[in-house]
């Protein structure tokens, strides 16, 4: 289980292979723990004995307290994210960019062997969240991200081409100069949504990039997290990271990484 800053998210392993995952907004942590197991066991007709281990990671992992007599084994984030990011992807090394309500970055080598928190920033899915509630007064997710789909952040940003007349070194002229750099008072709502989803993707396609430049991973670059697969979000990320020259996957189930590598290092220390 990953005890999120905003969703628990929770899977079941079963011989190694993911058999279910489901997800619950958090609230306490013990409640969190009990709604996401509660879920996991009616999801796969299971029953607490036949629960071997419960591992559990992210943010609100120092409060997580035994659950309906299971102890849980406490496994931290960043091991978490790493190992979830490669098992995800395949990869035997990558840089794994866990977007969240914030973003980390982590470097993974030797298939897990190595897992090292290199750095992050605090632009994520909590800053869609944020800004959109501020500035368009939405609180669900959900309807940012269906204004998004119909506007365009080319409405509100100051392109290359609006500035230089054309590309600028390695920079085509479509693409950004300044994030809300020629937003109006009639700016629509539909293209705001746009530019926010788009600012946050080209935040942490760039950070996540440059970061693995340090590292020679710019081709192994693996982006997890509940907002990485959501559209606007996945396609300015990895947009950005091919501009720079870099290659990245969004791996299928990318909002479990965590959980599924939480659950994979217990399995690794038990077997
Ligand atoms: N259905 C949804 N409900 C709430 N948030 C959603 C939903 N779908 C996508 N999101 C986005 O996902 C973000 C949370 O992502 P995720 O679940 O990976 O983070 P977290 O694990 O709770 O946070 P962190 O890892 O930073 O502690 C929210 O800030 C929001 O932008
Ligand atoms: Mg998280």
Redesign the pocket.
Known sequence: M????????AVALEQGRLVSCV?L??TDPISSLAGALGKLLYATKASLSDVAGLAVT???VRQAEEVFGIKPTRVD?IRSIGLGGVFLSGKKRALVA???????LVRVEDSGARVEHVGGTGV??????GLGYYMLRRQ???S??RLASRGSPLKVNVTVGDIAGGPVGIIPPEETASNFGKISEDALEEDVAAGIFRMVGEVVGTVAYFAAKAYGLERDIVV?????A?PPLKSAILHTIRLFGGEATVPEHA?YA?AIGAAKHIAEATS
């Open positions: 990953d005890l999120g800053g905003t969703r628990t998210k997800c907004p958090t992210g943010g609100g984030e866990s977007i969240g309500t914030g973003t980390a994520g899915g909590g800053t869609i969240r669900s997710f959900e940012l991200r997890v997290g509940s907002p990485a959501e909002e965590p």
